[in-house]
């Protein structure tokens, strides 16, 4: 694994409640020779600048100085192709399911084409929530003991942090014909499109604002299994477009 590979890829936590933990997860990165961490809306502002941080990042200082703490998850993931989202919970809706063997050739494919990756954990309690998680490419789980399939954060960004140097380090196997993978959308592109969709379909009478049963969550999950190209949401940004212009 070299630099330009690592400088690819974005570690994000979303709304961490113990600076411990932010520490560790410094600390881990720096080990394994990765750098971009963000923070989005720790429960505690400037959560890396405490002494807990400091002390359990045990001399990861400049990962913990170099961190940026976000007001939202949209801003961490911008101008990124490939989302993993981090968790063991089924979802009736939400972006395709995948084990993290999986996510790791995701990411090689990625890294290999030059395209900017993020992996998101949640908060310690009860992990990514439902709306998080809504804007990953794809859901990722850990083979863990399924009857306890539970990781602290900071040791389960250390485990994915561990294997994914081991993946980066190999060679990627020769893409098919030597195609260069497709210019994706990035994850925020598709949720401001959904938006924009929302407010088509109820200009046009299809979707009843007070009772939109579940049309938004099946189609977001039609559009994460998709993988939206940057032309494919201005094409669908223009049929809204369309859509509102009825009204």
Not at 3 to 26: C, K, M, Q, Y
Not at 82 to 97: A, H, I, K, Q
Not at 100 to 118: C, D, P, T, Y
Request: charged share 20%.
């Amino acid at each position: 694994m070299n630099f330009a590979e690592a400088d690819l890829i974005r570690w994000v936590l979303v709304e961490t409640s113990h600076p411990g933990n932010v520490g560790s997860a410094a600390r881990a990165l720096k080990t394994m020779g990765f750098a971009h961490l963000r923070l989005i809306k720790p429960k505690i502002k400037d959560i890396a600048q405490e002494s807990e941080a400091i002390a359990l990042a045990s001399g990861a200082s400049d990962i913990l100085e170099s961190s940026q703490e976000l007001p939202s998850l949209e801003s961490a993931l911008e101008g990124c192709s490939l989302v993993l989202g981090l968790t063991s919970r089924d979802r009736e809706f939400g972006p395709p399911p995948i084990d993290w063997k999986s996510g790791r050739g995701l990411i090689q494919e990625a890294v290999a084409n030059h395209q900017k990756v993020a992996l998101v954990f949640g908060t310690e309690r009860t992990g990514l929530e439902n709306e998080h998680l809504a804007l990953c490419t794809h859901r990722v789980w850990l083979d863990a003991n399924p009857a306890y399939p539970s990781l602290n954060l900071a040791q389960a960004l250390m485990v994915c942090a561990f294997t994914l140097r081991e993946t980066l380090n190999t060679s990627p196997a020769q893409m098919q014909g030597d195609q260069a993978l497709p210019d994706y959308a990035d994850p925020s592109a598709v949720a401001a499109m959904l938006e924009h969709w929302r407010d088509g379909l109820e200009a046009i009478g299809y979707l009843n604002p007070s009772h939109p049963k579940k049309l938004i969550p099946r189609l977001q999950a039609l559009f994460s299994r998709s993988r939206l190209h940057k032309e494919e949401v201005d094409l669908l940004r223009g049929i809204a477009k369309q859509m509102l212009l009825r009204k």
